[in-house]
Nanobody
Framework: QVQLVESGGGLVQAGGSLRLSCAAS????????MGWFRQPPGKEREFVAA????????SYADSVKGRCTISRDNRQNTLYLQMDSLKPEDTAVYYC?????????????????WGQGTQVTVSS
């Protein structure tokens, strides 16, 4: 079983940056594609970014493309999301997730493992 724990969320002003981390435990996720999703207040969960098992393929939601960078360190069993030029509409609970496959997917139904989420609030 895989446990995922996110960290790095917080309150930031518009235009600022945050770096989210997701530490995996229980077993290695080095052969698992992983992703970040978010749930804005009052809205459904949405895809943010995904990365294949070795980082060779990456996908971003149009809403964050050019402002966010997903990366992973398989030696540390950790996933990252660097977020720059943050906007108030980026306010959400951000979730880390792991698939049971090597290739990335943007569908949340393909992710059996989820963290508890970390709150990101961007003030205007």
């Amino acid at each position: 079983q895989v446990q995922l724990v996110e960290s790095g969320g917080g309150l930031v002003q518009a235009g600022g940056s945050l770096r989210l981390s997701c530490a995996a435990s229980g077993r290695s996720v080095s052969t698992n594609a992983m992703g970040w999703f978010r749930q804005p207040p009052g809205k459904e969960r949405e895809f943010v970014a995904a990365i294949s098992w070795n980082g060779g393929r990456i996908s971003y939601a149009d809403s964050v493309k050019g402002r966010c960078t997903i990366s992973r360190d398989n030696r540390q069993n950790t996933l990252y999301l660097q977020m720059d030029s943050l906007k108030p509409e980026d306010t959400a609970v951000y979730y880390c997730a792991a698939t049971a496959r090597t290739m990335l997917t943007i569908s949340d139904t393909a992710y059996p493992y989820w963290g508890q989420g970390t709150q990101v609030t961007v003030s205007s």
